[in-house]
């Protein structure tokens, strides 16, 4: 499961670890968070998120 | 502009050529109550640097203070460390008058920075760990997304080992003294532990991470020169390890009472959680929202190990400066906090309700029922506001990770 990198803040989505403070189970592949998940640091929408 | 306004020697090839602004008070919505610096930095390599300019009312001062150690055309090189207008306010004054070789910025700061001053001229992206040599001397930049912008970046020169650390380490106190072992040790905690509840708070897991790379990473510091503030040369190991511990957030056994109120009948009822928890054993601050500014909350919530909030309730809502304080807090995530909620009200006595939903989607542990008090509290009243407070106390003292 790849790993994907927010282009504002750099935090990156690793789907081993999800996002459990953001209600992400570990295991949970990027493309399917839901549409109005948002990153954890910078709070920016899905579409500012590449493949790291 | 009468040159009285003159450059401070960091080391013998460096020095600050920024602006004390000894009036400002409102930082867009945090209180300085000390005024400010913006911190720009004039480093007389073989190419001559700027390291960020000021915010725009204080350009003169700015080139003043750089023409007491060189003609402002001279500098080749600007570094846009933060993107920040009280940073890059008189930057396209300056890349006009000076002309510089080069301006260089993070890949965020190249883009933000047009954003924000709609140049001409092309800003140099520089990659995070890339140097860039200055002849005689080299900058080493280190990008520090969210800390607190994404375009933030720190650069260090090693040839004098100095960190240029834009917000990071800094606070809002305007000075006459320039570096941290001429202001006292008292003020400057204060003042950057304000700075860093009210900035850096949302980013503390960067911040814990950052230190990390800092320490990794070889440097060797005999300066931190931040954009405000004073510049560190004596305690560099006090502040990191300041850093290091307001990220962490533990909480302490202080509990603060935060309440907005309209005939005092809210206000009695702050006062007496007040009086429970100091009697239970806890640090009590008791902060009226008349007269505590929602910045001067930030700063006790800081090492708080619980927030205790009240509001009248007004037309079925709280009270507008309870909503003010609860929205800034909730934007600075704070972390390791249990809560709680009261509040008088006339006829209906939404507010208290209203305050644990937010409580609640901050992530706060709320520990007790909201108190409710309709018009004036009885003794009885009273009386349970106390027990809350000595029963936010117990549980402050019995949570091992309390320091």
Not at chain 2, 148 to 171: C, N, V
Request: aromatic share 8%; with cysteine; hydrophobic share 40%.
């Amino acid at each position: 499961m790849g790993k994907y990198v927010c282009n504002i803040c750099g935090y990156v989505y690793d789907p081993a670890e999800g996002d459990p403070d953001g209600g992400i189970a570990p295991g949970t592949t990027f493309t399917d968070l839901p549409d109005d998940w948002v990153c954890p640091i910078c709070g920016s929408g899905k579409d500012e998120f590449v493949p790291e | 502009m009468a040159d009285v306004y003159k450059a401070v020697k960091l080391t013998d090839r460096v020095y600050w050529v920024g602006a004390i602004d000894w009036t400002i008070r409102d930082f867009h919505g945090y209180t300085t109550h000390r005024g400010s610096t913006y911190n720009a930095y004039l480093i007389m390599a073989d190419k001559i640097t700027l390291v960020d300019t000021v915010k725009a009312p204080f350009k003169e001062e700015l080139l003043s203070r750089i023409a007491s150690v060189v003609n402002p055309k001279d500098i080749q090189v600007i570094v846009s460390n933060h993107s920040e207008m009280d940073h890059s306010g008189c930057l396209a004054d300056m890349i006009k008058l000076v002309e510089p070789e080069k301006v260089v910025a993070s890949t965020m700061g190249a883009k933000t920075l047009q954003d924000i001053l709609h140049l001409d001229q092309e800003i140099i992206a520089v990659k995070d760990g890339e140097q860039l040599s200055l002849g005689n001397m080299n900058l080493r930049f280190m990008e520090t997304r969210m800390l607190h912008w994404p375009d933030s970046m720190f650069s260090y020169l090693p040839e004098e080992e100095i960190l240029f650390s834009h917000d990071a380490f800094g606070m809002h106190l305007a000075s006459a003294e320039r570096f941290d072992d001429e202001i006292d040790p008292a003020i400057l905690q204060y003042e950057g532990a304000t700075y860093f509840a009210n900035i850096l708070l949302p980013y503390s897991p960067l911040v814990t991470r950052l230190l990390g790379r800092v320490g990794s990473s070889g440097m060797t510091l005999k300066y931190i020169a931040p954009d405000h503030g004073p510049v560190w040369r004596k305690d560099i190991g006090g502040i990191i390890g300041k850093y290091g511990e307001w990220a962490v957030q533990r909480p302490t056994r202080k509990a603060v009472v935060v309440y907005g109120t309209m005939w005092h009948s809210t206000e009695h009822m702050a006062r007496a959680i007040s009086e429970g928890l100091a009697n239970g054993g806890a640090i009590a601050r008791c902060m009226s929202l008349d007269v505590f500014h929602r910045s001067d909350v930030a700063y006790e919530i800081l090492d708080a190990g619980a927030l205790v909030m009240g509001s009248s309730t007004l037309n079925n809502n709280m009270l507008p400066q309870a909503a003010d304080v609860l929205t800034y807090l909730k934007g600075l995530r704070p972390v390791n906090l249990m809560g709680a909620s009261f509040g008088s009200y006339g006829w209906s006595g939404e507010a208290p309700g209203q305050i644990t939903d937010i409580l609640k989607e901050m992530k706060i542990e709320v520990t007790a029922e909201p108190i409710k008090v309709q018009h004036v509290p009885r003794e009885n009243d009273l009386a349970r506001c106390y027990a809350l407070g000595e029963d936010i106390a117990l549980q402050l003292r019995r949570n091992k990770e309390v320091a």
